[in-house]
């Protein structure tokens, strides 16, 4: 695994910006190596704010977006137009604005979908996708809460403890809506990079705990590594807890 690198922005608005103008540059580096890359997206208010980023930046055209395979870390199992779901939040911030192959915009189901109900077929169904096109990741990003999630795994949660399924569904979700379809940690440590975005006091002890090494299962977020890298991008108030990184 990855040694951890931190840096730490003055604000969120810069977290934002900066995080994705780092997604432009490594994007075009792994597609400038291999033709294509893969990219799992989060939800949550900066993981949609480095989306809206990327959409207005100049350099955005950078990346070949037919090349790009689009995933996502997890998502709500409510209805497709609903306005808590990840996937609408994200074609509103950026994929509605930039030519993506739909063919490669792999979608979690969402609960007026092909499986109904069944968050568990919905969650299957998912993990053979991963399974056909994703036996690992360029670059995943991920939010964070105040208690250690990540995605939408959950603090001593059944999905903390999974190690065989790379898919599963969340039930009784701490963090509205309830119901929920998240890669476990295992998949995401399948990723080359890993980058952690968050602000805000309210993250501060989590982020603090987190990259003191506190394990896994009472915080989820300080299992969430990459092969090649695992960066932590921050704004100051989430850092404030921070002795060993200038602030
Ligand atoms: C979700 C997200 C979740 C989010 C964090 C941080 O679907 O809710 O994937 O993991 O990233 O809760 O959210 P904020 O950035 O809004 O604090």
New binding site residues.
């Given amino acids: 695994m990855s040694k951890t690198e931190v840096v730490v922005y003055a604000n969120p608005d810069l977290l934002a910006a900066a995080a994705a103008a780092r997604l432009v540059t490594r994007l075009v580096d792994v597609q400038s190596a291999k033709g294509s890359a893969s990219l799992v997206l989060?939800?949550?208010?900066?993981?949609v704010a480095v989306l809206e980023q990327l959409r207005d930046s100049p350099a955005r055209d950078a990346v070949d977006w037919s090349r790009l395979d689009i995933y996502w870390?997890?998502e709500?199992f409510v209805p497709a137009d609903s306005d808590e779901r990840?996937e609408k939040a994200a074609r509103e911030a950026l994929l509605d604005h930039v030519p993506v192959d739909p063919e490669r915009v792999h979608v979690m189901a969402a609960s007026d979908g092909e499986f109904g109900d069944d968050v568990d077929a919905a969650a299957a169904a998912y993990a053979e996708v991963v399974a056909k096109y994703a036996p690992t990741f360029d670059i995943t990003l991920?939010?964070?809460?105040g208690e250690g999630?990540?995605?939408?795994v959950f603090p001593e949660s059944p999905a903390v403890y999974e190690t065989v399924r790379t898919v599963v569904s969340v039930r009784d979700c701490p963090?509205p809506p309830p119901t929920?379809i998240s890669l476990t940690l295992p998949t995401i440590r399948r990723s080359h990079d890993v980058w952690l975005m968050?602000a805000?006091e309210a993250k501060a002890e989590a982020v603090s705990l987190a990259l003191a090494g506190a394990g896994e299962v009472q915080l989820p977020v300080a299992g969430a590594r990459g092969q090649r890298r695992t960066l932590w991008l921050l704004d100051r108030s989430a850092a404030g807890k921070l002795t060993k990184v200038h602030a």
């Fill in positions: 989060t939800g949550g208010g900066t993981g870390g997890d709500r990840n991920l939010g964070l809460g999630h990540t995605a939408s963090k929920r968050t805000g």
